[in-house]
């Protein structure tokens, strides 16, 4: 009877040892299974995506990067896929109605995750609450759409080069351009050659070392004038730098400045001619009857006009002062003859 109890006890030992290694087994198990901790200190959300690119249950859920719970179901809503994650229940506060999931991967080629992103302005999503979804920039997704855009549009563009579109598809396929290309490099080429000869002003400045002495003699000089310049001699350099000169112009502009005030107030006779309107009618009236005048007078009006355009008159006036001259010569010569003086007294 006492053996009988004794091996009873130590069964029990046995036993409960072995309860006890199996529940550290499963605790460790399930510690390093996942981060989201006891099935108590987690909460369930949702969201829905139109693909999940190969999401398996298990995968991981990260908020900001860090693993905060696991995925725990997949189910087909529709057309779409409703993705039910548990997550531990002190990130509830980074979980809000501003977040956005996305599906992420663990690395470039490993099992798909969720991405959630960290916002705390919004209201904490309720268990069995959705999370938004959307579309995570910078994945492997994005990369390959990204990559199949270039190669169309590298792909249109050899087309459009093809059949002969734009600068490039002309050079390409237009012989006429082709040639005319051909001509300009060879005519480029030819210059080259002469410069490198020494052909031209180019040429023999980078061949003749007097004209390359020549040019820096002139740049020496240029430096010289631009240091006397600043040096304040000459007229120009008295302009930059004197004071003097300086107050002179500022004062002739001072003055020109008063000029033109007094003109714009009609003062003097070159005010008066640009603001009395009755002085310029004045003058306008005396240009038109000088124009009258004119134009009499190149119609032959009057004796002026008559003098202008009448021949007759002119030559019978001629006339007249010959007949006259020579009448003033005869006189000359014998005045007796035609100044007679009598006196007489009775």
């Given at each position: 009877?006492?053996?009988?109890?004794?091996?009873?006890?130590?069964?029990?030992?046995?036993?409960?040892?072995?309860?006890?290694?199996?529940?550290?087994?499963?605790?460790?198990?399930?510690?390093?299974?996942?981060?989201?901790?006891?099935?108590?200190?987690?909460?369930?959300?949702?969201?829905?995506?139109?693909?999940?690119?190969?999401?398996?249950?298990?995968?991981?859920?990260?908020?900001?990067?860090?693993?905060?719970?696991?995925?725990?179901?997949?189910?087909?809503?529709?057309?779409?896929?409703?993705?039910v994650m548990a997550v531990n229940k002190e990130h509830r506060q980074r979980i809000t109605t501003t977040s956005v999931a996305s599906l992420g991967s663990v690395s470039l080629l490993g099992e798909a995750a969720v991405d959630i992103t960290a916002s705390s302005g919004g209201t904490p999503i309720p268990e069995w609450g959705y999370v938004r979804s959307g579309r995570a920039t910078g994945t492997i997704?994005?990369?390959?759409?990204?990559?199949?855009?270039?190669?169309?549009?590298?792909?249109?563009?050899?087309?459009?080069?093809?059949?002969?579109?734009?600068?490039?598809?002309?050079?390409?396929?237009?012989?006429?351009?082709?040639?005319?290309?051909?001509?300009?490099?060879?005519?480029?080429?030819?210059?080259?050659?002469?410069?490198?000869?020494?052909?031209?002003?180019?040429?023999?400045?980078?061949?003749?070392?007097?004209?390359?002495?020549?040019?820096?003699?002139?740049?020496?000089?240029?430096?010289?004038?631009?240091?006397?310049?600043?040096?304040?001699?000459?007229?120009?350099?008295?302009?930059?730098?004197?004071?003097?000169?300086?107050?002179?112009?500022?004062?002739?502009?001072?003055?020109?400045?008063?000029?033109?005030?007094?003109?714009?107030?009609?003062?003097?006779?070159?005010?008066?001619?640009?603001?009395?309107?009755?002085?310029?009618?004045?003058?306008?009236?005396?240009?038109?009857?000088?124009?009258?005048?004119?134009?009499?007078?190149?119609?032959?009006?009057?004796?002026?006009?008559?003098?202008?355009?009448?021949?007759?008159?002119?030559?019978?006036?001629?006339?007249?002062?010959?007949?006259?001259?020579?009448?003033?010569?005869?006189?000359?010569?014998?005045?007796?003859?035609?100044?007679?003086?009598?006196?007489?007294?009775?």
């Amino acid at each position: 009877m006492p053996r009988t109890r004794s091996l009873a006890w130590a069964e029990l030992k046995i036993g409960l040892v072995s309860i006890f290694a199996l529940v550290m087994a499963s605790l460790l198990i399930f510690l390093l299974s996942g981060s989201g901790g006891f099935f108590w200190q987690r909460y369930s959300i949702k969201t829905v995506f139109s693909n999940i690119a190969g999401l398996k249950e298990g995968a991981p859920v990260r908020v900001a990067g860090v693993e905060v719970g696991s995925v725990n179901g997949l189910n087909f809503i529709g057309d779409h896929v409703e993705v039910v994650m548990a997550v531990n229940k002190e990130h509830r506060q980074r979980i809000t109605t501003t977040s956005v999931a996305s599906l992420g991967s663990v690395s470039l080629l490993g099992e798909a995750a969720v991405d959630i992103t960290a916002s705390s302005g919004g209201t904490p999503i309720p268990e069995w609450g959705y999370v938004r979804s959307g579309r995570a920039t910078g994945t492997i997704g994005d990369v390959a759409n990204q990559a199949s855009t270039a190669i169309e549009d590298t792909t249109a563009l050899i087309n459009d080069l093809r059949s002969g579109r734009g600068t490039m598809g002309r050079l390409l396929t237009d012989e006429q351009l082709y040639n005319e290309l051909t001509a300009l490099m060879i005519s480029v080429q030819g210059v080259t050659d002469g410069i490198s000869k020494g052909h031209g002003t180019l040429g023999r400045l980078i061949n003749d070392p007097a004209a390359a002495k020549s040019l820096e003699a002139s740049l020496d000089n240029l430096q010289a004038v631009t240091a006397r310049i600043r040096a304040g001699e000459g007229s120009l350099g008295k302009l930059l730098n004197d004071d003097t000169m300086h107050r002179t112009l500022t004062s002739t502009t001072s003055n020109l400045d008063s000029i033109t005030g007094r003109i714009s107030r009609g003062e003097g006779t070159a005010g008066k001619l640009i603001s009395d309107a009755e002085l310029y009618n004045r003058l306008n009236s005396l240009s038109d009857r000088i124009d009258k005048v004119v134009a009499g007078l190149q119609q032959g009006d009057g004796t002026a006009g008559q003098l202008l355009r009448d021949r007759q008159l002119y030559e019978n006036m001629n006339g007249t002062m010959v007949d006259l001259r020579s009448l003033i010569n005869e006189i000359k010569k014998d005045p007796k003859k035609y100044l007679n003086v009598k006196v007489s007294l009775f």
